[in-house]
């Protein structure tokens, strides 16, 4: 293969090949798995990536899309081991805003922070919003269809693009980048790709949506009892907001205590620690909203006997650290290390009674695990962390995997919300989808990727 990489550096230049010595110390997923002694190929341009495939495709050779490596799935992991990695790390350009069409087009390789900052430059905002923020890229974020808190106001990644331009497994540019939200013009192919982990094709360009920022933002902690009262907020806060809420996570009691108990002094609890369970949400509105409208909501609440304790940040502060609490990831790995964690959804009548399963079974099997759940509900998606000793990701795991996921399908829910499938989840695909459509998703990648060369091994197999 080293003639390969040499045709494509007389091509593309010298660095657009990282050699395989110094590839090797490179983290590819949120995980920190290494890169192993494998090229990563660096494009600058879509016709490098044109090229670089094209010739790839003539020789078999399978190649990994990387962004940011920052997915939680294994979709960045090597497969069999001679894959290259494809990095756009070099396409990272924000090509224009229109505040006036209230686009952005950019390269894939930007990461999603650059993004914020850009937008808000104009007086515009992108949705999308999660903790890999300063990594994460728009062509992962786009492999992925990634979700993060706004989902239920602001939709998934998919909602957010308007256009694409993907590379083909033979190299073969297609530009779908259109700039306009209504386009029914023939099979919307943008959809295939997002969301397919670079399996169809390599994401180089695309046309975000972008929002108006707003001005108002109202956040509240409010503690409850029980979960038919975390169903009853959300509705009246939907209600009077008029479409204004833009979060919503619940906390289960464990992991509010475990956030606010592991590095003592870090965290301030804006609430009591005697509730059932515990809910973050904030408001964004207009201009001309009521100051105090999510404030008014809550107090009728509290009257009514439907909220327990409640807290409404007056200023930035107080609005981070409540933030701070839920988005304590660090705490929350570091209290149940080595943690196996989840990304589930469900309807939301289950999810209580999901949870109180999961549990009670996981301590019957494992008296001394930890088990933490969390997730922003709204959208339909929970988090579930647990540790049942040293052994959780590794004797344990396929174990622990089957306690978390077999109530899942049983109830119809999906094993991914947010993640993907990639590696890991791949044993639960057959089980969560039918014949019919797994051999629609077979055809699709024959169709799409005939040689099997682009990420092979991630959501499906030619055996699966
Ligand atoms: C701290 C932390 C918090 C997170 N929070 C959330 C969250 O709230 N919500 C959520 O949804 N996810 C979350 N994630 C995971 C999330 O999937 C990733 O952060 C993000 O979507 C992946 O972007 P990336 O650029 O790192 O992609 P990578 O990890 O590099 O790749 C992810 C997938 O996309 C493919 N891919 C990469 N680039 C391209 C491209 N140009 N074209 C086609 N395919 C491509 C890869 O092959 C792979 O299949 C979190 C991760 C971390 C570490």
Not at 346 to 371: C, G, N
Request: proline fraction near 4%.
């Amino acid at each position: 293969m080293a003639s390969l990489l040499e045709k494509i550096k007389s091509h593309c230049g010298e660095a657009a090949v990282v050699g395989a010595e110094l590839a090797s110390g490179r983290s590819v997923t949120g995980y920190g798995d290494p890169a192993g002694a494998v090229p990563i190929l660096r494009p600058a341009s879509t016709d490098d990536l044109s090229m670089m495939l094209k010739a790839c495709h003539a020789e078999g050779q399978a190649v990994i899309p990387l962004g940011g490596g920052t997915g939680l799935v294994g979709a960045t992991r090597a497969f069999s081991g001679d894959e290259w990695y494809v990095s756009l790390e070099r396409m990272r350009e924000i090509e224009s805003i229109d505040p006036t069409s209230r686009v952005a087009v950019v390269q894939a390789g930007v990461a999603l922070e650059r993004v914020h900052h850009a937008a808000a430059d104009v007086g515009l905002s992108f949705p999308v919003d999660l903790g890999a923020r300063g990594s994460a890229q728009i062509g992962g974020l786009i492999g992925t269809n990634a979700g993060g808190e706004r989902v239920f106001r602001f939709g998934m990644m998919r909602e957010q693009i308007l256009g694409l331009e993907v590379v083909l497994a033979d190299g073969t540019v297609l530009d779908l980048m259109y700039k306009v939200i209504k386009n029914n013009t023939g099979y919307d192919l943008r959809h295939m790709f997002i969301g397919s982990e670079g399996t169809l094709g390599i994401v180089t360009r695309a046309v975000l949506r972008l929002r108006p920022e707003l001005p108002v933002c109202q956040t509240a902690f409010v503690s409850v009892d029980t979960f038919d009262q975390v169903v009853e907020l959300l509705r009246r806060v939907e209600l009077g907001l008029g479409g204004g809420l833009s979060a919503f996570e619940v906390m289960w009691p464990e992991f509010y205590h475990t956030i606010l108990d592991h590095n003592p002094g870090t965290h301030r609890a804006p609430v009591p620690r005697d509730g059932g369970l515990y809910v973050l949400l904030e408001a964004e509105l207009g201009e001309r909203a009521d100051d105090q409208l999510l404030y008014e909501i809550l107090i009728e609440l509290f009257e009514e006997d439907k909220v327990g304790e409640v807290a409404v940040a007056q200023s930035t502060s107080e609005r981070e650290s409540m933030w701070a609490i839920r988005n304590d990831i660090d705490a929350l790995m570091s209290s149940l290390y080595p943690a196996a964690s989840f990304d589930i959804s469900l309807p939301i009548q289950d999810m209580e009674q999901y949870v109180s399963e999961v549990r009670a079974t996981v301590l019957k099997r494992w008296p001394h695990a930890k088990f933490l759940a969390f997730g922003h509900i709204a959208d339909n998606n929970l988090h579930i962390s647990l540790n049942v000793g040293d052994n959780t990701k590794t004797d344990h795991f396929v174990e622990i995997n089957d306690v978390v996921h077999e109530p899942v399908i049983a109830r119809r829910g999906a094993v991914s919300a947010e993640h993907g499938i990639g590696l890991d989840k791949r044993r639960y695909l057959k089980d969560s989808r039918s014949p019919e459509v797994i051999s629609v998703m077979q055809l699709l990648k024959q169709t799409m990727d005939p040689k099997g060369i682009l990420n092979p091994g991630k959501v499906l197999t030619p055996s699966d």
